[in-house]
Structures are given as structure tokens and as C-alpha cells.
């Protein structure tokens, strides 16, 4: 595959996230057409939530729509690294109207919860994933050092969800996160970045190994389907 078509840039973070929503809105809208539900993946972090309060503004019908996550750290919905309790709040407004939202933590050791949520998302169709990148490369919780990285980024693993450790991953080494093999299903992905320093990485990215820069198997996988929203 090739690489990931060019870069979108937008002249604030305020269009960012409005563009960002309008995607998600769209993809939504084209699963509800198609198959009577939409339903997308949405990463964590601190970069997406405007675009997800924003598409909670949008008039969907919302009863239609799954909302389910890339990753998320092993954490209760109220630990403030939840990125569950994150999507909680930014998309309550959908969620009050009808949208489900499909948790990926449970209680439990971070293999029994990745099994719980592998049952759960098996056969969940996206019609967008957005993702992220850290300053490290990493993409959804697919980081470099990672014991399982191989293994997330298997484009033939079987499984839609498993369990990553990784000791740099912000608030929480043990994450659970969809693989490579699940985010390359998705319709369309979305890669929302902000700042000249990640835009930087994200090129360098294209030259590396993905076992370095694990967004590499996003670029080189799923180019043609693949869009960059970046703002300063
Ligand atoms: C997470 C995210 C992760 C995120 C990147 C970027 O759980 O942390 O899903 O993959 O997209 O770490 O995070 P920021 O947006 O906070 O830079």
C-alpha cells in the first residue's frame, strides 16, 4: 500500500475538531444508510475530546449509533485516565438521545477484561476509527518497547481486542487495546494530531521501522483510506 494520502491542515484547532466532526458525522451517517447502524471507534487522550463534543451537538438519530473505543487504560470509569469516562462526558449529549456506548474495561486482570471486550467488539463494524499519536509514534496503545507490539500489529491476529503493557503509556502501563487487524476493518480512519512537534514525528515516522514508530503500520496499511487532520 502506499502512503497515507496528504496531510489535511486547518488554520485553528477550533476548525480542527469541527472537521474531525463533521468526518465522524458523515461516516455515521453513510453506516445508518447502509445498514441501519452506525458505529465508530474512538480514540482517548487529550487532543479528541472538543471533536467528540462536538459531533454530540450534531442532529443524528442518535438511537442508531455505537460508540466504542480504540483503547483504553486498565481503569474504572472514574479514574481520570479513563478514557471511557472521557467519551462520557464529551458525547453526553448523544448519549442522552440514545447512542450506546460500548465500555472496553471491566474489573478484572487486564487479560480476563481483553478477552470480556474481544467477545463484545468481535463482528462490531466501524464505520470510522480516529486515532492519535503520542510523541512517541505510537498510535491507539501499539507503543515502541512494547512486549506485545508484534503481536497488536499482526495484520492476521484473530483477535479485535488484547491486552498491551507498555511502561511509558500515560496513566496506565496496562492498556487494552483494538489491533492493527481491527482499525484496518474500519471504513475510513482518521488520524487527529495537533502541533508542529507531531507533525515532525509523524514524517519521520514514514521512514522508520513500525517496531519504532507503530503509526507507520497505519500509513503504509490503510493509505488509501486513511486521512490526516492536522492544525498548528
Ligand atoms: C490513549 C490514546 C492514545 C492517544 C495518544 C495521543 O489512550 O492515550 O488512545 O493512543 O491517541 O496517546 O494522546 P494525546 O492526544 O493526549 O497526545
Redesign the pocket.
Known amino acids: 500500500m502506499g502512503y497515507a494520502a496528504s496531510m489535511q491542515t486547518y488554520p485553528t484547532r477550533d476548525a480542527l475538531m469541527r472537521a474531525a466532526a463533521d468526518e465522524l458525522e458523515a461516516a455515521l451517517r453513510a453506516g445508518i444508510a447502509a445498514r441501519g447502524r452506525g458505529a465508530v471507534a474512538l480514540?482517548?487522550?487529550?487532543?479528541?475530546e472538543p471533536a467528540y463534543a462536538a459531533l454530540a451537538a450534531r442532529d443524528l438519530d442518535w438511537t442508531k449509533v455505537t460508540f466504542a473505543l480504540?483503547?483504553?487504560?486498565c481503569v474504572p470509569p472514574s479514574d481520570p485516565g479513563s478514557?471511557e469516562g472521557m467519551l462520557r462526558r464529551a458525547l453526553a449529549p448523544a448519549l442522552a438521545k440514545g447512542a450506546a456506548l460500548l465500555p472496553m474495561w471491566s474489573d478484572g486482570s487486564p487479560a480476563a477484561a481483553a478477552a470480556a471486550a474481544d467477545a463484545t467488539h468481535a463482528g462490531l463494524h466501524f464505520d470510522a476509527a480516529l486515532?492519535?499519536?503520542?510523541?512517541d509514534a505510537?498510535?491507539?496503545?501499539w507503543f515502541p518497547g512494547s512486549p506485545q507490539l508484534a503481536a497488536a500489529l499482526d495484520p492476521a491476529n484473530p483477535r479485535t481486542v488484547m491486552a498491551t503493557e507498555a511502561a511509558q503509556?500515560?496513566?496506565a502501563a496496562q492498556?487494552l487495546t483494538l489491533t492493527f487487524a481491527a482499525v484496518a476493518r474500519a471504513n475510513r480512519l482518521l488520524l487527529l494530531i495537533t502541533g508542529e512537534e507531531k507533525r515532525a514525528r509523524l514524517e519521520a515516522a514514514r521512514g522508520e521501522p513500525v517496531a519504532e514508530a507503530p503509526i507507520g503500520a497505519v500509513l503504509r496499511g490503510c493509505g488509501d483510506k486513511l486521512s490526516i487532520l492536522w492544525a498548528a
Open positions: 480514540s482517548g487522550g487529550s487532543t479528541p480504540v483503547d483504553e487504560r478514557n486515532l492519535g499519536m503520542g510523541g505510537h498510535t491507539a496503545s503509556a500515560a496513566a492498556r
